[in-house]
Protein backbone atom coordinates (compact mmCIF):
# COMPACT_ATOMS: atom_id res chain seq x y z
CA UNK A 1 0.00 0.00 0.00
CA UNK A 2 2.99 2.61 0.78
CA UNK A 3 4.43 1.85 -3.16
CA UNK A 4 0.70 2.63 -4.07
CA UNK A 5 0.39 5.96 -2.58
CA UNK A 6 3.42 7.31 -4.05
CA UNK A 7 4.21 8.24 -8.15
CA UNK A 8 7.96 7.93 -8.08
CA UNK A 9 9.39 6.74 -10.94
CA UNK A 10 11.46 3.84 -8.81
CA UNK A 11 7.71 3.14 -7.13
CA UNK A 12 6.37 2.47 -10.79
CA UNK A 13 9.03 0.72 -11.84
CA UNK A 14 8.84 -1.51 -8.49
CA UNK A 15 5.09 -2.27 -9.62
CA UNK A 16 5.98 -2.79 -13.13
CA UNK A 17 8.53 -5.88 -12.06
CA UNK A 18 6.48 -6.96 -8.74
CA UNK A 19 2.76 -7.04 -9.53
CA UNK A 20 2.80 -9.90 -12.47
CA UNK A 21 4.11 -12.04 -9.89
CA UNK A 22 1.63 -12.87 -7.29
CA UNK A 23 -1.26 -15.09 -8.33
CA UNK A 24 -4.35 -13.79 -9.50
CA UNK A 25 -6.46 -13.88 -6.27
CA UNK A 26 -3.30 -11.76 -4.95
CA UNK A 27 -3.71 -9.40 -7.21
CA UNK A 28 -7.69 -9.34 -7.13
CA UNK A 29 -6.74 -8.52 -3.57
CA UNK A 30 -4.58 -5.42 -3.92
CA UNK A 31 -6.38 -4.15 -6.54
CA UNK A 32 -9.44 -3.91 -4.29
CA UNK A 33 -7.39 -3.04 -1.32
CA UNK A 34 -6.00 -0.17 -3.51
CA UNK A 35 -9.33 0.88 -5.03
CA UNK A 36 -10.94 1.04 -1.79
CA UNK A 37 -7.99 4.31 -1.27
CA UNK A 38 -7.67 5.61 -4.77
CA UNK A 39 -10.52 4.09 -6.99
CA UNK A 40 -8.96 5.76 -10.77
CA UNK A 41 -5.29 4.63 -9.04
CA UNK A 42 -3.57 3.18 -12.00
CA UNK A 43 -2.98 -0.76 -10.34
CA UNK A 44 -7.18 -0.60 -10.24
CA UNK A 45 -7.51 -0.05 -13.75
CA UNK A 46 -4.31 -1.90 -15.31
CA UNK A 47 -5.52 -5.35 -17.11
Known sequence: MFKAAQ???KARRDAETTLPRPDATA???LRRAVARLDPDHP???AP
Open 43 to 45: WVT
Open 7 to 9: SRH
Open 27 to 29: RDW
